[in-house]
């Protein structure tokens, strides 16, 4: 079943990711419902901290956007196919060597907004699957932003935190009316 998207400026959204520490049906039943959640809205990538939950979860599909960067999954280079929707569980990123490159991005939790943010090329994740085996992916490009994107997310950090001040200043009336739309809709409800 797909979940709700909490939207900016919902203070969920700034809460940093409890680490996994049992690798269960639960975990399963959760990284399937937020892609399920992620499909339904055409997205790329879900952080859970998206749909309310503060853990170190994360998923990404590359495959709907043009990507034609590079990757290496535990040393290999298998199709994509065979690893995406690929669920990302306690991951940490590092930086590689390579220039940064600037992209529009956007966000589900905020609809209809997006604006460029410059990030690093090329990153290392290592990360658990969802049977807690340890990955290593290196990757650049498209994926390698998605990667940097989500893993933000897990920490409370948001894209609007990564862009530069004339860029943010350019959105700030949109998320002003974001920030009371969400306001306004969690009003109604009791918890
Ligand atoms: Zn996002």
Known sequence: MPFGIVHYNDSRLRQKGAPVERFDDA????????????????????AAQQVGLARQVAVIDIRPARFEGDWRLDGAR?????????????????????DDFIYEEGCLSFPDIRGDVTRPDRVRVDYRDLDGTPH???CD????????????????????????????????RALKGLAAATKASAGGKTA
């Open 27 to 46: 975990l399963r039943q959760l990284a399937g419902g937020m892609i399920e959640t992620m499909r339904a809205h055409n997205g790329i990538g879900l």
């Open 136 to 138: 290593t992916l290196i």
């Open 78 to 98: 298998p199709p994509l196919e065979l690893f995406m929707p690929l669920t990302l569980v306690n991951p940490s990123v590092q930086i590689l060597d390579g």
């Open 141 to 172: 490009d498209l994926l390698a932003r998605c990667v940097q994107h989500e893993v933000d997310h897990l920490n409370g950090v948001l894209f609007i935190d990564r862009m530069d001040k004339k860029t943010r200043r350019a959105l700030d």
